[in-house]
């Protein structure tokens, strides 16, 4: 358990990090704006739904106000979804 923990600690981090940029401060942006709201789609399978709600929701509400996550629907057809258009963010499976 703790194992899995640190792995999606690590990965969530990740792939937050990947996601920021440098924000420098502009003619049009001011340096003290509210981040922009981001909505991420995420797909969770398995053990990693329990473990994602109980510990991951929180930290996320807590540090990133600005990000929503978008839960979709797991048993639906990956390859079909990509199709659609509808591409998830995250995907976790075991």
Do not use: W
Not at 2 to 12: D, F, G, K, P
Not at 41 to 60: N, Q, S, W
């Amino acid at each position: 358990m703790r194992r899995t923990l640190l792995m999606l600690v690590a990965i969530l981090t990740m792939i937050l990090s990947a996601c920021g940029q440098a924000a420098t401060p502009t003619d049009k942006q001011q340096p003290n704006q509210p981040a922009q709201p981001v909505t991420l789609k995420v797909v969770l399978t398995g053990a990693y739904v329990e473990t994602f709600h109980t510990y991951m929701d929180p930290i996320l509400k807590e540090e990133l106000p600005n990000v929503t996550l978008d839960y979709l629907d797991p048993s639906t057809n990956l390859q079909a979804s990509v199709s659609s258009g509808d591409i998830p963010d995250i995907i976790m499976q075991n």
